[in-house]
């Protein structure tokens, strides 16, 4: 099933991801770096993975995001937030990508 919805702060996001057991949340462009922050600190220890399309916002503490290098792309993932969302990526995943965090 896949829903939208407008990002009003963290804890209400967090607790619409817990009451509906999201398993994947894909961030648009267009969240500031204290955003970011502030919703990566509420995401610990919820099991939900991240997934954005802009390679600043992995450093910003997004799980997963994508990149082009060299006209590539690119799996970028913050390996220290994936653990504090209990989210596990196999060892033949992280051969893929590019760990940022």
């Known amino acids: 099933e896949?829903?939208?919805l407008g990002y009003?702060?963290?804890?209400?996001?967090v607790k619409h991801i817990k009451s509906k057991h999201i398993a994947v949340v894909y961030l648009a462009p267009g969240f500031s770096g204290v955003e970011l922050g502030t919703l990566?600190?509420?995401?610990?220890?919820?099991?939900?993975?991240?997934?954005?399309?802009?390679?600043t916002q992995v450093a910003g503490g997004v799980v997963l995001g994508f990149d082009l290098v060299g006209g590539k792309?690119?799996?970028?993932?913050?390996?220290?937030q994936a653990k504090k969302q209990d989210v596990e990526?196999?060892?033949?995943v992280l051969k893929l990508v590019k760990v940022v965090g």
Request: glycine share 2%; aromatic share 0%.
């Open 8 to 13: 009003s702060d963290a804890t209400d996001l």
């Open 40 to 55: 990566a600190k509420a995401l610990e220890g919820v099991s939900v993975l991240t997934v954005c399309s802009v390679p």
């Open 89 to 92: 990526l196999s060892s033949k």
């Open 2 to 4: 896949v829903t939208s």
């Open 73 to 80: 792309p690119k799996l970028l993932v913050h390996l220290k």
